[in-house]
């Protein structure tokens, strides 16, 4: 199971980004996917994710109505589309599979390499 993401970068208060995460070794209906993010100096929190099945998003209250989850199964990849980034968005966002931990969830059984997102100006 690898989880590979990208799309991380500099972008002002206001700006939008789009990370992906390829993922290799299952399928986006094998597991639970989604995102996490990581702030300088605090600890892991969920951002966004799907269930196994795909038919339910769960997003945290911060990011709801500026982050959209999407997925594209063909291509084994999910997306997390944020506009309206504040720079309390900055950190470094996971693609991750295998949520547990219920609603949002605590953790999960496998992590990407993350990607750094800074919203500065």
């Known amino acids: 199971v690898q989880l590979q993401a990208s799309g991380g970068g500099e972008v002002q208060p206001g700006g939008s980004l789009t990370l992906s995460c390829v993922v290799f070794?299952?399928?986006?209906?094998?597991?639970?996917v989604g995102w996490f993010r990581q702030a300088p100096g605090k600890d892991r929190e969920f951002v966004a994710g799907?269930?196994?099945?795909?038919?339910?998003?769960n997003y945290a209250d911060s990011v709801k109505g500026r982050f959209t989850i999407s997925r594209e199964n063909a291509e084994n990849t999910v997306y997390l589309q944020m506009k309206n980034l504040k720079p309390e968005d900055t950190a470094v966002y996971y693609c991750?599979?295998?949520?547990?931990?219920?609603?949002?969830?605590?953790?999960?059984?496998?992590w990407g390499q993350g990607t750094l997102v800074t919203v500065s100006s």
């Open positions: 799907f269930s196994r099945s795909g038919g339910i998003t």
């Open positions: 070794g299952f399928t986006l209906d094998d597991y639970a």
């Open positions: 991750v599979a295998g949520l547990f931990g219920g609603s949002p969830p605590t953790g999960a059984n496998y």
